[in-house]
C-alpha cells in the first residue's frame, strides 16, 4: 500500500530559527514530490515539485530535497517568519498519472515571536 | 486571473438532504480535482477530470456522492442524501498539463451535515 509518513506531526520554533521537515514515501514508481502549505481555513498553495531525477528545489526561503534511494524528502525553511505558521503537506503522484496519489497527514507549524 | 472559485463557502444541511457544491477552474486548465479533507482523514482524492471526461472515480466514497463537468469551466459535486460523516472541506483544485501537474487549489466549502 503507497503511503507517504511526514514528521513531526506539529513543531514550534521561534521567529528567525530555521527548521526542517521530514517526509518518507513508499510509492514506487513515482512521477513527483509535491510540497504545499496550507494556512488554516484555506487551501494548500503548491511549494515546490521535483520530479523523481531532481535532488533539489528552492522557492524563496523554502528548500526541498530529494533522495529517491531512500525514498525521503525533507523541506527546510530558513529564517522563519510568523507568516510560515500552516501545515505543510508532502503529496507523492505515482508514474502513469494521478490515480493513487497519496498524502501524508502533515506537519503543523508554529512560528512564535 | 481570479484563481480556482468555489461555492457556497460554507454549507450547513440536515441529514437526508442534498448538497451541491460547485467550482469554476482557472480558465485553460484541462485537468479538475475535487478532494475532501477532514482532521481524521487529512486531504482525499475523490474525482478527477481531464477535458471535462471522468479519469478516475475511485476515491468517491460511495453512490451518494457524484460529480459531473458540464463544460470546461464548471464542475459539480453532488451528495444525495448526505450524512453526518460527510462532513468535511471540499476542494477543487484545477491544473494545466503542460504544468508537470501544477495544482491549483480553490478556498474549500466547508460542509457540515447534521
Known amino acids: 500500500k503507497n503511503q507517504v509518513e511526514q514528521s513531526p506531526q506539529s513543531l514550534i520554533i521561534l521567529e528567525g530559527k530555521n527548521c526542517t521537515l521530514q517526509c518518507n514515501y513508499t510509492v514506487s514508481p513515482f512521477s513527483n514530490l509535491r510540497w504545499y502549505k496550507q494556512d488554516t481555513g484555506r487551501g494548500p498553495v503548491s511549494l515546490t515539485i521535483?520530479?523523481?531525477?531532481?535532488n533539489t528545489k528552492s522557492n524563496g526561503r523554502y528548500t526541498a530535497t530529494l533522495d529517491a534511494d531512500t525514498k525521503q524528502s525533507s523541506l527546510h525553511i530558513t529564517a522563519s517568519q510568523l507568516s510560515d505558521s500552516a501545515s505543510y503537506i508532502c503529496v507523492v503522484t505515482p508514474s502513469g498519472g494521478y490515480q493513487k496519489v497519496t498524502f501524508g497527514t502533515g506537519t503543523k507549524l508554529q512560528v512564535i515571536p | 486571473d481570479a484563481g480556482v472559485i468555489q461555492s457556497p463557502r460554507h454549507e450547513v444541511t440536515e441529514m437526508g438532504q442534498e448538497v451541491t457544491l460547485r467550482c469554476k477552474p482557472i480558465?485553460?486548465?484541462?485537468?479538475l480535482f475535487w478532494y475532501r479533507q477532514t482532521m481524521m482523514r487529512g486531504l482525499e482524492l475523490l474525482i478527477y477530470f481531464n477535458n471535462n471526461v471522468p479519469i478516475d472515480d475511485s476515491g468517491m466514497p460511495e453512490d451518494r456522492f457524484s460529480a459531473k463537468m458540464p463544460n470546461a469551466s464548471f464542475s459539480t459535486l453532488k451528495i444525495q442524501p448526505s450524512e453526518p460523516r460527510d462532513s468535511a472541506v471540499y476542494f477543487c483544485?484545477?491544473?494545466?498539463?503542460?504544468?508537470?501537474?501544477?495544482?491549483?487549489f480553490g478556498p474549500g466549502t466547508r460542509l457540515t451535515v447534521t
Open positions: 480558465s485553460g486548465h484541462d485537468y
Open positions: 483544485a484545477s491544473s494545466f498539463a503542460g504544468q508537470t501537474y501544477e495544482q491549483y
Open positions: 521535483m520530479t523523481f531525477s531532481e
